[in-house]
T-cell receptor, first 113, second 111 residues
Framework: EPEVTQTPSHQVTQMGQEVILRCVPI?????FYWYRQILGQKVEFLVS????????KSEIFDDQFSVERPDGSNFTLKIRSTKLEDSAMYFC???????????FGSGTQLSVL | RKEVEQDPGPFNVPEGATVAFNCTYS??????FFWYRQDCRKEPKLLMS???SGNEDGRFTAQLNRASQYISLLIRDSKLSDSATYLC????????????FGTGTRLQVTL
């Protein structure tokens, strides 16, 4: 089965630093997402991206967050100035169509110290 | 009221037991419903979609009651490998068709 690939699997950073989380969605997919899961809590929607623009974002996705699809394969999440509360597992996901199955990557565990 | 509400458990059951999980959702405009499975520190994986008519996949049966905004999952003949967290997930159609997750119900199957 095709896979969504995320790198790195673990990222440790100091508070206030910028981090970029990388994802390679499945090649023929058109809709891209970031979700996050704080330890012990539920998976939460952050942002969706389609046709090179954000289609929807949650309240969590404030000005410190941005997403980009810089080329035909990568989809990145940038956090400009990390806070302790940004520590979480970040999942990238993609799908071909809004009615099709959503494929999740294995996640990046971000630890902000 | 939480958008998707589940009993967090844990449910500790012996191998071979039947166990049922329930979930309620608050948004009556929700269109699609799913059960996902999540192993510790792993990504959620789709277990099955849930339909009003009820659907079965091997030992797993899911049911949706739209009037009560209630979703259920039944696992028969539990295996050790079923130990995981089961996430109730609701999709609301729109520009993103985002998924809204419950906090999950932890299942531990023991010998």
């Amino acid at each position: 089965e095709p896979e969504v690939t995320q790198t790195p699997s673990h990222q440790v950073t100091q508070m206030g630093q910028e981090v970029i989380l990388r994802c390679v969605p499945i090649s023929n997919h058109l809709y891209f997402y970031w979700y996050r899961q704080i330890l012990g809590q539920k998976v939460e929607f952050l942002v969706s991206f389609y046709n090179n623009e954000i289609s929807e974002k949650s309240e969590i996705f404030d000005d410190q967050f941005s997403v980009e699809r810089p080329d035909g394969s990568n989809f990145t999440l940038k956090i400009r100035s990390t806070k302790l509360e940004d520590s979480a597992m970040y999942f990238c996901a993609s799908r071909t169509d809004l009615n099709e199955k959503l494929f999740f990557g294995s996640g990046t565990q971000l630890s902000v110290l | 009221r939480k958008e998707v509400e589940q009993d967090p458990g844990p449910f500790n059951v012996p191998e071979g037991a039947t166990v049922a999980f329930n979930c309620t959702y608050s948004n009556s405009a929700s269109q699609s419903f799913f059960w996902y499975r999540q192993d510790c520190r792993k990504e959620p994986k789709l277990l099955m979609s849930v339909y009003s008519s009820g659907n079965e996949d091997g030992r797993f049966t899911a049911q949706l009651n739209r009037a009560s905004q209630y979703i259920s999952l039944l696992i028969r003949d539990s295996k050790l490998s079923d130990s995981a967290t089961y996430l109730c997930v609701v999709k609301t159609d729109g520009t993103a068709s985002k998924l809204t997750f419950g906090t999950g119900t932890r299942l531990q199957v023991t010998l």
